[in-house]
């Protein structure tokens, strides 16, 4: 994660005395918020043509999916490259390719 951008999330809540509302499952119930604003844009559609709120309500959703990790103190990097690495495990390529089947109907 870059260090740059952490701190900046951290001092936007900080500046504002916000860290006190940042508990987990208040944070964990904003990002199912935001990600359901980000649907929205897909509502009746197959696909959206507001691209600038796409961005938008994706960003909600990754700031509110950090301040989750760092709520915990997780290394974000480490923990997509961790579950990746299940992934991987889960979905190896000679059964997965091109099959939308869950890893357990295989
Ligand atoms: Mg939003």
């Not at 290394?75 to 000679?94: Q, R, S, T």
């Amino acid at each position: 994660m870059n260090q740059d951008i952490l701190n900046k999330i951290r001092n936007f809540s900080k500046e504002r005395d916000w860290d006190q509302f940042h508990s987990g499952e208040n944070l964990a119930k904003a990002l199912i918020i935001e990600a359901a604003e980000l649907l929205e844009l897909y509502q009746w559609k197959q696909e959206t043509e507001k691209v600038q709120e796409l961005k938008e309500e994706l960003a909600d959703v990754f700031l509110y999916a950090i301040m989750i990790a760092d709520c915990y103190g997780f290394e974000i990097d480490k923990i997509i490259m961790e579950k990746l690495k299940k992934n991987e495990e889960k979905y190896p390529v000679k059964k997965a390719y091109g099959n939308s089947k869950k890893y357990n109907e295989y």
